[in-house]
């Protein structure tokens, strides 16, 4: 689950949240997170900041919220991440393994 | 200098990660592959990376890296099985057929702190015997059977699980009771349902499992009378149950109720011998206080045969069948099975029938 960042940083659906699909079985290891879902053949591993967002998930933020958390974590602003965070939750989505509420 | 630990010592330390008094060494291993084999065996790679976490276990940098990779494929593999299991769970669902999951998918989500600390490689669901046929027909989609039975009629009655498989090597176990042997006589198909089960949701799916301290009959059952060297992620859930909230004094009820006091007693030793910690007080006096009768024994000693564990069993099996048809109907079976039960095993029927003669004088009570 990675391919090049291509969305913009313009907010979209802002007010709405990210969470874990009910469906997704996934485990944590120290270097990534193996995921496997309705939408996978196999498992996946995910890595880097696709891993800080799915562990970030689990408090169901938004989208600007979850940008934040993680520009925390690398030490950057949000609006420098949230490209970036973008991407991988719409890898995430295209995977099954997360979905808006 | 510090000395280099044994493998012994250092899975007995991964296996006991976490639990109360247990065993830790904080130094370099004596022979690291052989530890990277034994954990993937014992499918201990979650507790393994836990214990190096907290410092119980040391290694380098390259050995944190090689003991991650082996826990991600394991961790795959957990999940395919989960998937396996969510499917196996929603198709007898649909079919209104009552099932408790069992072993380590049951236990991982619902008593270790963290699911990747219990790895697995199959799936094993407990059914009513009577509803061994629909479940077989029920689940044709995902998986087919390895092993005819031996006659008709025989998995209702006798069998302890019906092994299916599906296209791609993956294992679901059919229960119709928890032990192979002797002991699958004693635990009555229909106690096993009489309970609430307790929920785990699983991929948004409840699944239903056994009580708490049922579980914890099983881990003994299967610590006792399993594997001659026990798996040690067994010993561990029966340690981890307790730790969980399993009930000390349920648990011995149940034990006895199903006739297991002895089992319960070797799993102790066990737990004590093989994971270097002490499971609750209470516990450790009933089971300690068992005296085991002439029968427990001969039964016992039928697992760890040195004429072959299952032709001791079954042989065991049929002394401990409470009535005359059913051992008909059982040596009947195992020495004039069907044509292709025999194709592929073993003799034709002239050498299986000198043989079950020769082991029923053997395990003859006497």
Redesign the interface.
Known sequence: VSTPPTADATPRGTGRRWRRAVGALARRTPSSVVLLTPALAEPVRVRGMAATVWDLLHDEPTEPALAAAVGEQVGLAAADVIVMVRSVLDDLLRAGAVERR | MRTAVTLGDALRAVAAHDLEDAPSIGSPLADWPAFVAAIVEERLTGLA?AAV?RGTIEVDEAQ?AAL?AV??EQ??L???V??LM?ETVRLLADARIELRILKGPALARRVYP???WRSFGDCDVLVRAEDLGRVMARLRPLARRRFDAPRSRFDARFVKAVCLETDDGMQIDVHRTLAPGPYGVRIPNARLFTDVPEIVA???EPVPCLPRALDAVHACVHAALGDVQPRLNTLRDLAQLFASGAVAEDVAAFAEELRCGAVAQRAVQLVREHLGVELPATFVEWAESYRPTRRDLRELASYRSREGRYPAQAAATFWALPRLRDRVAYATALTLPSRSYLSGRDGGYGRRLARGVRLLARWRPR
């Open positions: 990376l976490a944190h991650v826990h991600e961790m795959a957990d999940l395919r989960e998937r969510v963290d699911p990747s699983v991929g948004g």
